[in-house]
């Protein structure tokens, strides 16, 4: 599965970027269920929504302001990438994740179908999260 990013928020890119920089993060962007567990060696188990199998991931990159990238392993295995770049008064996202699940006797592909909506259900959450940022933002 391969999600693609287009998102501008009405936040500077060092505020987009504190969500992104490490998956212990990540808890403030999708509201993950549960705890985020050190797994050693840079990896994190990163609990998900009505998934018994958790992300687990460590950043390749991070670039403050700019950049952050990182890895998946285990039952979710794959990458993610995105840039931030300032437009305005806000932070155009752009990027992408692309997740490979398994193909458990030949029903990857049905799987896939089924899942990949609670993959972009949970990226339009965070999306929403940091809109809800922006919107607190200026009312201060």
């Not at 501008?8 to 212990?24: H, S």
């Not at 285990?74 to 490979?100: C, M, P, Q, R, S």
Request: charged residues 30%; proline residues 7%.
């Amino acid at each position: 599965m391969h999600l693609e990013f287009d998102e501008t928020i009405q936040l500077p890119p060092d505020v987009v970027y504190d969500y992104f920089k490490t998956p212990q993060d990540w808890v403030r962007l999708y509201g993950v269920a549960g705890e985020v567990k050190d797994r050693g060696d840079g990896w994190f188990a990163v609990p998900m929504h009505r998934s018994p199998f958790p992300l687990v991931a460590r950043m390749t990159v991070t670039e403050p302001d700019i950049r952050a990238a990182w890895d998946l392993r285990g039952f979710w295995k794959g990458h993610g990438d995105i840039h931030l770049e300032a437009v305005g008064d806000g932070t155009l996202i752009t990027g992408h994740e692309t997740v490979n699940i398994p193909r458990l006797l030949g029903l990857g592909p049905l799987l896939e179908k089924r899942i990949e909506p609670r993959f972009v259900a949970v990226w339009d959450s965070g999306w929403k999260r940091l809109r809800r940022r922006a919107r607190a933002s200026e009312a201060c």
